[in-house]
């Protein structure tokens, strides 16, 4: 862009070397791209680009909506070509997805329609746990095995990549067959696995194999060469302890009166790890996310053996499958956009997680999150389940929860509901500020509890 705006003759040079621009998702443009494609097309009209303004769901990556949403102020003379038959899903799913997105103030409106059949009413299942919300899913795709789909017209769609452990393990448990898109199995990530490790040397201090992992994790400035000495000296608690200024031999003394979750908050802060990560980049947050999901996990075991003896389980149980056999997939909703399956659940529909903590006070970011919630709603071709419990694990203690708004927005007469009661009066509401809505529920914005 720059090379452009400093030489005229190289941009008339590629101007007229493209006689057209064709421009796809282009909702997900961000400033270079739009400054590049609006320096190409000139005064040529010669710029075509297809976009969905409610699937704008990238501005983390710098992606802005406004390109799309200006398309007409920036090119007067476009035409535009309204594509609103769908031909995915069912008439009930994209009667939910357009009530859902109608209230988004910045928004442009499409009449979407199918010919495709009215379909079955949406189902909105609340439990009283994370555990409950498993077990729902367990449930449903065994019922929807029954009814004669496959492992592979199933998705299950969650706002947070740390949301996949309690999933993972309950289909591990009951033998469902899953993969990950975009990510990885949850005791498989880098962070997980190194505080795992962490764990495990406490327990068995001459762990060679968690001692070679994070011997320099976070870096604490030891090369192989001083690994190498420490292995010879077969990782000798005195001489780690000399090398790395870790309190090795305190925290063998504390794992004997210290809970999993205390000797997990103990060791994060010796390490300093979560410092190490709070760069503010979003894959260092999900990373932290990650963690905190671990604590929950920790909080569920007193004694350190059996934390460890659990996880060991799970791993030794989680085996390769094969790439051809039918599985159900697993992902955020992000990693979603562009897919489609007969079957989609979308788990954790509940304020502070969809929409996310992050997004709760500023009106651009919820509406992002509506949008987000559009993506997941409009990937089923059949059959939408949508989740949220009363009350959920955080950083290892018992959270309550609400509904989800975006619930709430939803016509009465095209869902099912099923589990504990769902105070529909709580969450049912379409209209309003972000403010009102969090003041009228007594939210505490400093401490993002209810």
């Known amino acids: ?56 769901i990238y501005s983390f990556r710098g992606a802005d909506f406004r390109n799309i949403l200006n398309f007409q102020n920036d090119y007067p003379k476009a035409k535009i070509y309204n594509l609103g ?12 997805a357009k009530n859902l997105i109608k209230n988004n103030s910045t928004h442009i409106p499409l009449d979407l329609w199918t010919d495709n059949s009215q379909g079955d009413r949406l189902i909105v299942y609340r439990g009283s746990s994370e555990k409950d919300e498993a077990e729902f899913l367990v449930n449903e795709i065994s019922g929807a095995l029954m009814g004669g789909k496959s492992y ?19 289909f591990i448990r009951n033998n469902i067959p899953y993969r990950i ?19 495990k040397v406490v327990h068995n201090p001459k762990d060679k194999v968690s001692w070679s992992r994070i011997i320099n994790v976070p870096p604490r400035g030891i090369g192989q060469k001083s690994e190498e000495m420490l292995k010879q000296l077969k990782w000798d608690i005195a001489a780690v302890e000399e090398k790395s ?39 260092n947050f999900q990373r932290i996310e990650n963690i905190n999901e671990l604590k929950s996990v920790a909080a569920q075991f007193v004694d350190l053996n059996e934390f460890l003896e659990n996880v060991a389980l799970i791993e030794s149980s989680d085996r390769p499958r094969d790439d051809n056999a039918p599985v159900v997939t697993l992902m955020t909703v992000h990693a979603s956009k562009g897919l489609e399956f007969p079957v989609i659940f979308i788990v954790g529909m509940e304020e502070g ?17 509506r949008r987000l919630c559009y993506v997941a709603i409009t990937r089923a071709k059949e059959k939408v389940f949508m989740t ?50 969090l003041d009228e529920l007594d939210y505490d914005r400093n401490n993002f509890n209810w």
């Open 1 to 56: 862009v720059h090379l452009f705006e400093a030489s005229p003759h190289i941009l008339k040079k590629y101007q007229d070397l493209f006689k057209f621009i064709l421009v796809d998702e282009y909702q997900d443009t961000n400033k270079v791209q739009y400054a590049l494609t609006k320096a190409l097309s000139g005064s040529q009209e010669n710029l075509f680009v297809v976009g969905d303004m409610s699937q704008a």
């Open 85 to 96: 038959k769908n031909y995915r899903s069912t008439k009930n799913i994209l009667e939910a």
């Open 152 to 170: 592979s017209d199933i998705a299950v769609l969650y706002r947070t990549n740390a949301q996949s452990r309690n999933i993972e393990e309950h």
């Open 181 to 199: 898109i975009g990510g990885v199995r949850f005791y498989g990530r880098k962070e997980i696995k190194d505080i795992i490790s962490y764990l």
């Open 245 to 283: 200024h870790l309190p090795i031999k305190e925290w063998t003394e504390l794992a004997e009166t210290l809970s999993t979750l205390e000797l997990m908050e103990r060791i994060l802060t010796d390490t300093k790890y979560i410092e190490w990560l709070n760069d503010g980049t979003d894959e």
């Open 353 to 369: 997680l969809f929409p996310h903590t992050q997004s709760l006070l500023e009106q651009d970011a919820l509406e992002e999150e």
């Open 388 to 437: 949220c419990v009363s009350s959920r694990l955080y950083f290892g203690s018992i959270q309550a929860n609400i509904p989800s708004r975006f619930l709430g927005e939803l016509p009465g007469e095209i869902l099912e509901y099923r589990g504990i009661s769902m105070e529909k009066g709580k969450f049912q509401r379409s209209t309003g500020s972000t403010d009102d809505f």
